[in-house]
């Protein structure tokens, strides 16, 4: 190790996802292991603002593997945005001899924590902490794989009602600018449908697939829709289109909304978590700074946050081809 780091913080920031105490725990116990202080920041950026800060030891995160959300809490921080806002912020880390950060969060978090760096020369390293799984650099996100198993069930049991009533669903998932959850789930689930952003499939298409699914003598008909879709303007729409269109099918929408960031992360978002809370930590003592923590073919790397940031993820395609043919 080549750091000077005594002390490190550690918080959590944007919307919550399965997989954020998992981490906080993997980096408060690495903390300890190295013979490191580690403090936690509470609400974000607003209580780095604030000095909402407590020290946390091994034993101070016990019983928080399994648990969704984030014992550290989460808020939005205007105030944050700002330079006078972000020296508040430098002063109460020093006063409290913090010398280094991890967060754990998206795109708006790491920004944040890359514009503090540049101003400050403060060293900061990201864990990925978001179900969308829209951050460069990484192959998954943590909570991206609970997610997709919470909307899988979901949907199992939505099938249910479905053959029961021979209707037709539409089934909004989270995904404003990208489609990782619905494409999976998608396929995951069996659905008859598949609506990305990325691939606008357009209403008429929409129309002749749901007219091939009943004409094969398909009862029910299951859609999942991105919310972020461009092929209607909300899916409430796309079931009125339908319904005009296609009277023969009784047609019903479900929205499963936040219900996807919450629960028990699963054993893959935990494991994934610990081991990124430890190479986040062991980064920062090393003497790195202003990169991401992210995994590619099972291995952990690095990525600068500002391409984490600025990149884009890419869907599938291969995914894309198998769900066109498991629809037929």
């Known amino acids: 190790m080549v750091s000077e780091i005594k002390k490190i913080g550690v918080f959590t920031s944007g919307g919550d996802s399965p997989g954020m105490n998992a981490a906080i725990r993997s980096v408060v116990r690495t903390c300890a292991f190295m013979g490191v202080d580690c403090v936690g920041i509470y609400r974000g950026y607003e209580g780095m603002i604030e000095g909402d800060f407590k020290p946390m030891d091994a034993r101070s995160v016990n019983n928080i593997i399994n648990k969704g959300g984030t014992i550290l809490k989460s808020a939005r921080c205007n105030p944050f945005r700002t330079k006078e806002g972000r020296k508040r912020a430098y002063e109460q880390l020093r006063a409290e001899g913090i010398d ?17 760096n540049q101003e400050f020369d403060f060293p900061v390293i990201g864990i990925p902490g978001t179900i969308d799984n829209d951050i460069f650099g990484t192959t998954f996100t943590l909570g991206f794989d609970t997610a997709l198993n919470t909307v899988v069930e979901a949907v199992d049991k939505i099938r249910d009602t479905a053959s029961s009533h ?3 669903f539409f089934v909004e998932v989270m995904g404003r600018d990208v ?3 619905a494409l999976n789930a998608g396929v995951g689930a069996g659905a008859e449908e598949i609506l990305i952003p990325e691939e606008n499939l357009g209403l008429d298409r929409l129309l002749e697939s749901l007219k091939r699914s009943k004409e094969s003598g398909k009862s ?18 796309l079931k009125e289109y339908v319904e005009e269109h296609l009277p023969i099918y009784d047609v019903r929408v479900s929205v ?6 919450g629960g028990p992360p699963s054993c893959y978002d935990r494991v994934l978590a ?5 190479k986040a930590v062991e980064s920062l003592l090393e003497g790195k700074t202003s990169l991401m923590v992210g995994v590619q073919d099972n291995r952990l790397i690095l990525t600068p946050i500002n391409k984490a940031i600025k990149g884009h993820t890419k869907i599938d395609k291969e995914l894309i081809r198998v769900s066109e043919i498991m629809t037929t």
């Not at 499963?256 to 960031?261: D, K, T, V």
């Open 220 to 237: 029910s008909s299951i859609v999942i829709v991105a919310e972020g879709d461009k092929t209607g303007k909300n899916v409430f729409e």
């Open 256 to 261: 499963l909304g936040h219900m996807q960031r």
């Open 100 to 116: 280094a950060f991890v967060v754990i969060g998206g795109d708006g978090s790491f920004t944040g924590a890359m514009i503090f």
């Open 274 to 278: 610990s081991r990124m809370g430890v």
């Open 179 to 181: 489609g990782h959850i």
């Open 166 to 168: 021979n209707r037709l």
